[in-house]
């Protein structure tokens, strides 16, 4: 059975524990398809409140 030869510290665990945030990035950002606006793919509009050609949601106003 495989065991570690040395102890590994704090700072390179937390390192190797770090690098799931990287893949958190908003590589799915589209166009919506209504107003123009930048969006999260497969979900509403924050925008204007459409999804797929629907109003579904009342806009946020700002």
Sequence with gaps: MANPKRKVSRSKRDMR???WV????????????NCGEK???HRAC???GF??????????SV
């Design 51 to 60: 999804y797929r050609g629907k109003s579904v949601i009342s806009p946020q």
């Design 39 to 41: 969006m999260i793919a």
């Design 17 to 19: 524990r770090a690098h």
């Design 22 to 33: 990287n893949s958190l990035g908003t590589n799915n950002v589209i166009p919506c398809d």
């Design 46 to 48: 924050p925008s204007c």
